[in-house]
């Protein structure tokens, strides 16, 4: 009975830790995205990284079948399994056609696997048509960019020395000042010399008359303060959101005893970019508490399979229940535009009672 606690503990350990390598894949998985989608070389210690944490992935996953681990034997993971291993290989089209199955499966990693073979294979094509070299910008456009580089130096350097020029110009009157020193300093003694008898009723004068400038250079501004903020104040028409989603399944308040659950969602006519999104799941303990997630999912049609392992890991770390919605992104789950439906609750076995 003992032997029997010990090996769920190490299940569940390991599923977690399972689930916590697909976490990690996922992310270098985006960092990957963007070197693809930029057209730029994939940096080597990327790519070895990626490949490191699947081969751990794949090591954890061999332990869990030696714990009787009978989640873990699916269809999925074994194309998933025979595709990597032909990527490995050098068989990037046998490893594309097994990456298929295993994405029909949902695997995880299988869709984004795709991508990174099919850019491996065309890497591998240019290096082969290129003579052995990595993908680079071509030479002309190099040499192009170098010459607009010089180009642009020198006129700076052109743009520099005229300022100087122009400003050794601008400087050239201090010997005129020279030469009018001894006249201003013949003429001055005498303005200076007169200005005290007659300056104590200048100055009532000009004081009465400067405060009006100042009171209409005040005014002035105004209007244009008013007519700064105001466009600031117009462009708040942000929230175009469409409407939200309507669910079809699960209930609310359904109750999780296993499997596999499948998020289903009102047909909408989308956009070649959109497509539906469980919002992230969101698990809450004994206490009421979240300490728990698990990241958006999304799919072009309109039924969104989470795997049951997910929501064992959640019950594994003593989640009560899970707290989900969806909604409609553009591009990714992360890029939300429409409203979100109302949260609903998967209870792990019993649902939360929040009030």
Same mark, same amino acid.
């Given at each position: 009975?003992?032997?029997?606690?010990?090996?769920?503990?190490?299940?569940?350990?390991?599923?977690?830790?399972?689930?916590?390598?697909?976490?990690?894949?996922?992310?270098?998985?985006?960092?990957?995205?963007? @070197?693809?989608?930029?057209?730029?070389?994939?940096?080597?210690?990327?790519?070895?990284?990626?490949?490191?944490?699947?081969?751990?992935?794949?090591?954890?996953?061999?332990?869990?079948?030696?714990?009787?681990?009978?989640?873990?034997?699916?269809?999925?993971?074994?194309? @998933?399994?025979?595709?990597?291993?032909?990527?490995?290989?050098?068989?990037?089209?046998?490893?594309?056609?097994?990456?298929?199955?295993?994405?029909?499966?949902?695997?995880?990693?299988?869709?984004?696997?795709?991508?990174?073979?099919? @850019?491996?294979?065309?890497?591998?094509?240019?290096?082969?048509?290129?003579?052995?070299?990595?993908?680079? &910008?071509?030479?002309?456009?190099?040499?192009?960019?170098?010459?607009?580089?010089?180009?642009?130096?020198?006129?700076?350097?052109?743009?520099?020395?005229?300022?100087?020029?122009?400003?050794?110009?601008?400087?050239?009157?201090?010997?005129?000042?020279?030469?009018?020193?001894?006249?201003?300093?013949?003429?001055?003694?005498?303005?200076?010399?007169?200005?005290?008898?007659?300056?104590?009723?200048?100055?009532?004068?000009?004081?009465?008359?400067?405060?009006?400038?100042?009171?209409?250079?005040?005014?002035?501004?105004?209007?244009?303060?008013?007519?700064?903020?105001? &466009?600031?104040?117009?462009?708040?028409?942000?929230?175009?959101?469409?409407?939200?989603?309507?669910?079809?399944?699960?209930?609310?308040?359904?109750?999780?005893?296993?499997?596999?659950?499948?998020?289903?969602?009102?047909?909408?006519?989308?956009?070649?970019?959109?497509?539906?999104?469980?919002?992230?799941?969101?698990?809450?303990?004994?206490?009421?508490?979240?300490?728990?997630?698990?990241?958006?999912?999304?799919?072009?049609?309109?039924?969104?399979?989470?795997?049951?392992?997910?929501?064992?890991?959640?019950?594994?770390?003593?989640?009560?229940?899970?707290?989900?919605?969806?909604?409609?992104?553009?591009?990714?789950?992360?890029?939300?535009?429409? @409203?979100?439906?109302?949260?609903?609750?998967?209870?792990?076995?019993?649902?939360?009672?929040?009030?």
């Amino acid at each position: 009975m003992a032997t029997d606690v010990h090996a769920r503990e190490q299940r569940l350990r390991k599923q977690a830790e399972l689930q916590s390598l697909f976490l990690n894949l996922a992310n270098l998985r985006k960092q990957e995205a963007t @070197y693809i989608e930029a057209s730029a070389a994939l940096p080597e210690f990327l790519v070895r990284q990626i490949t490191e944490l699947r081969q751990e992935i794949r090591a954890v996953e061999d332990e869990l079948l030696t714990l009787n681990d009978e989640t873990i034997k699916t269809p999925a993971r074994q194309f @998933y399994r025979e595709a990597f291993e032909a990527e490995l290989s050098g068989d990037y089209d046998k490893a594309i056609k097994l990456y298929k199955s295993a994405s029909h499966y949902n695997h995880p990693d299988a869709g984004v696997a795709i991508r990174s073979v099919r @850019y491996a294979r065309k890497v591998a094509q240019n290096k082969a048509a290129g003579g052995g070299r990595t993908w680079s &910008p071509p030479a002309s456009t190099r040499q192009t960019r170098n010459r607009l580089l010089v180009g642009l130096a020198i006129l700076l350097l052109l743009i520099f020395v005229g300022v100087i020029l122009g400003a050794g110009g601008l400087f050239a009157p201090p010997p005129e000042t020279a030469s009018l020193g001894p006249t201003a300093t013949f003429t001055a003694p005498a303005v200076i010399l007169i200005i005290p008898d007659t300056a104590t009723p200048i100055p009532s004068a000009t004081a009465t008359s400067s405060p009006t400038p100042t009171t209409t250079a005040t005014n002035t501004p105004r209007p244009t303060a008013t007519a700064d903020t105001s &466009p600031t104040d117009t462009p708040t028409p942000a929230p175009t959101l469409r409407p939200s989603p309507r669910i079809v399944g699960p209930t609310n308040n359904m109750v999780w005893l296993d499997g596999a659950v499948v998020f289903e969602f009102g047909t909408v006519d989308l956009a070649y970019d959109e497509l539906y999104c469980v919002n992230t799941l969101r698990g809450f303990d004994q206490t009421n508490t979240e300490n728990w997630s698990f990241p958006p999912t999304g799919s072009k049609k309109p039924s969104i399979a989470i795997e049951a392992n997910v929501f064992r890991v959640a019950k594994a770390q003593d989640m009560r229940c899970i707290v989900w919605s969806g909604s409609i992104g553009k591009g990714s789950c992360e890029n939300i535009i429409s @409203y979100s439906t109302e949260e609903r609750v998967i209870g792990l076995p019993q649902p939360c009672r929040f009030k």
